[in-house]
């Protein structure tokens, strides 16, 4: 009968308020939360008669279907750390459970999140307080990340770094600026060398150094002969045999280009490359490039009426040196600082993308995972495809807005009294039944 069918919507109007309380409950409780995606509670009708026979209508009621809006990106709220670490844009950062991890397991759950406080354990692991360890490509040993798969979890390791690490980085590209005197291969000159030494850094921090020695070329006739034989000796190689490049320099002495090279001629060991000034040469601990400059280019070796004066002199490359900090910048590059100034790159954190990211499975401490509704993911770098780049001293900020929940608090507490009501007065009818016997 139609009074029984009010009685049971009645009843499903309370439990789906009840429901819709829960979820604004959860989510003014997690207002504060960082990275707490906020749950929406809908309300669908149920319709259990659809025949039109008047004075006949049975009430279906009201059930709930609830969803976590995972895709709504928070506000981001700066912090101190630099491993607090949050997405601006699309995309989550790959982390595993800690309890997993120390377990031993070697198939580690894939999960994911938007924001945390990373940092490093007694073993250098970079995890949460909350039992997230987050997860990265390892870098090679030049710093460079090496082709992984991108729709599996293979090449992922959790990020360890070693606090009281130390770490050399080898000298592996010289620019040699150099002005050598005119003058010097005029007729009647000298032809004195001119020595330039020259510092490097050895593959296992060892301080070597290049030993170049300028040799002019004075004219037989009037005038210069603007020629110059250079040499450069590894001081880490055996004296005897440790000429490693040998070259004959012109420089022109045009209007337009004079001081400036005008040709690169190698005499033995070492290869030259006019198309870029490079001068590359092996070693001791391997291949070495010396910019010498291009043909025509104002920078590099010049020849001008002026003394011997190493004007520029760069190279890359440092001794060793004592962690200092770490910071992952916004392509998700785990980067170590040393005391040297020497910056290594150690991990590289992609970002995860899927194609529904509120399909994903909701776990606890702001975590998720993957499920048949979100579709399979894929691994981005950072700011590439559909992701944003990862910010360091940051964290998102609960996508909760208190004020919308606390008005749907009030109407949902209107709603869960009228249904009371409606339970109340179906009873009072269903009294008045009973006493028309009486």
């Known amino acids: 009968m139609s009074m029984s069918t009010a009685l049971s919507a009645g009843v499903s109007g309370l439990t789906a308020n009840a429901t819709k309380l829960a979820s604004i409950s959860d989510n003014i409780a997690n ?6 995606k906020r749950v929406e509670t809908g309300f669908d009708a149920m319709v259990l008669n659809q025949v039109r026979t008047a004075g006949i209508y049975s009430a ?24 607090d670490l949050a997405i601006a844009g699309r995309g989550m950062l790959p982390v595993t459970s800690a309890v997993d991890f120390n377990n031993g397991r070697t198939d580690l759950p894939l999960m994911m999140t938007r924001t945390g406080a990373f940092r490093a354990d007694a073993a250098g692991v970079l995890r949460t ?29 959790p990020v360890q770094i070693s606090v009281n690490q130390t770490a050399g980085d ?37 301080s070597d150094s290049l030993d170049v020695t300028f040799l002019p070329q004075p004219s037989t006739t009037a005038g210069m002969s603007n020629t110059w034989i250079m040499q450069v000796r590894d001081s880490a190689m055996d004296p005897a045999s440790n000429l490693v490049a040998e070259v004959e320099i012109v ?45 025509g280019a104002q920078t590099g070796l010049r020849q001008l009426a002026s003394s011997f004066s190493p004007t520029n ?31 290594k790159t150690l991990y590289q954190i992609p970002l995860i993308d899927v194609p529904n990211p509120n399909g994903l499975i ?64 179906v009873d009072e009818m269903l009294q008045e039944t009973t006493n028309i016997k009486r």
């Open 31 to 36: 207002s504060g939360t960082y990275g707490y």
């Open 60 to 83: 279906g009621g009201v059930r709930t279907s609830t969803a976590r809006i995972i895709e709504q990106q928070g506000g981001l709220a700066t912090t101190s750390h630099p491993l």
């Open 313 to 343: 002199i760069t190279k890359d490359g440092s001794p060793v040196g004592n962690l200092s900090s770490i910071e992952v910048d916004e392509n998700g590059m785990v980067r170590a600082t040393y005391d040297t100034g020497f910056i």
């Open 251 to 295: 420089f022109d002495d045009s209007a337009s280009l004079g001081g400036s090279i005008a040709s690169v001629t190698p005499l033995g060991a070492g290869a030259y490359d006019a198309a870029t000034g490079l001068l590359t040469f092996n070693v001791q601990g391997g291949p070495m490039s010396v910019d010498m400059g291009r043909p």
């Open 362 to 425: 909701s776990l606890d401490n702001q975590a998720f995972q993957v499920s048949p509704t979100s579709g399979s993911f894929f691994l981005w770098d950072a700011g590439d495809g559909p992701t944003g780049s990862v910010v360091g001293y940051a964290r998102e900020e609960s996508t909760t807005d208190v004020a919308s929940e606390l008005t749907d608090l009030i109407v949902t507490q209107r709603a869960y009294s009228s249904n009371a009501k409606v339970i109340q007065t």
């Open 129 to 157: 307080d909350s039992g997230l360890v987050l997860l990265g490509w390892p870098a090679q040993s030049d710093g460079s990340i090496p082709i992984m798969p991108r729709d599996a979890m293979g090449g992922l390791e």
């Open 170 to 206: 080898p000298t592996r590209n010289i620019n040699l600026g150099v002005n050598l005197p005119a003058t010097e291969t005029a007729v009647g000159a000298s032809g004195a060398p001119l020595d330039l030494k020259i510092e490097y850094y050895g593959n296992i921090g060892t």
